[in-house]
């Protein structure tokens, strides 16, 4: 059986095992963490080039609007007897085109705007990983830190108790002054 001597050397032994599953368990939740961060940047990455996908697709609908639109003009110009060649319904036509234009541009603006929305929320779940990456590094310094200070002070307290004490000495002044 082991003697009132060896309770602090169990004491620490505990002590250290603890700080090590604590630290193990602290890196794994990081790690995991990191991963979902990864992940979610992946899919801010996905839904960025869907939303360029979809952005060409407006700008595409919208220039088939604009033909359609061009078309009705040139149709009621012919119905009505007049060219749109020149005067007043070439000009509706030249309208209808460049404000079709400007409203396309307004489009690709808009698109590359949420573009940058996910870029920068992938940007931020990268950086979110990297600190989790990092703080599970951390934990493992700290628990290996952890379990050598309380190895150390279970070993000093064993000494203290099997040797009757260790001596300690203080550089007082011993009452000079």
């Given at each position: 059986m082991c003697g009132p001597?060896?309770?602090?050397?169990?004491?620490?032994?505990?002590?250290?095992?603890s700080a090590g599953v604590g630290a193990l368990a602290a890196n794994a939740q990081a790690r995991f963490q990191a991963k979902i961060s990864e992940r979610n940047a992946d899919m801010e990455r996905e839904a960025g080039q869907q939303e360029l996908e979809?952005?060409?697709?407006?700008?595409?609908d919208?220039?088939?609007?604009?033909?359609?639109?061009?078309?009705?003009?040139?149709?009621?110009?012919?119905?009505?007897?007049v060219g749109v060649d020149f005067g007043?319904?070439?000009?509706?036509v030249d309208?209808?085109?460049?404000?079709?234009?400007?409203?396309?541009?307004?489009?690709?603006?808009?698109?590359?705007?949420?573009?940058?929305?996910?870029?920068i929320a992938a940007s931020n779940y990268e950086g979110q990983a990297s600190a989790s990456r990092q703080a599970g590094t951390a934990a493992l310094i700290k628990g290996g830190l952890d379990m050598g200070s309380s190895l150390l002070g279970g070993a000093n307290q064993y000494s203290k108790l099997k040797g009757g004490g260790s001596q300690t000495y203080s550089r007082g002044y011993d009452g000079l002054y």
């Open positions: 001597a060896a309770i602090p050397l169990i004491a620490a032994g505990m002590a250290a095992a979809n952005t060409r697709q407006a700008a595409i919208h220039y088939r609007k604009i033909g359609q639109l061009k078309g009705q003009q040139r149709a009621r110009a012919a119905a009505a007897g007043t319904a070439a000009q509706v309208d209808t085109e460049m404000l079709g234009r400007e409203d396309v541009g307004r489009i690709y603006k808009q698109g590359y705007e949420n573009l940058r929305g996910h870029d």
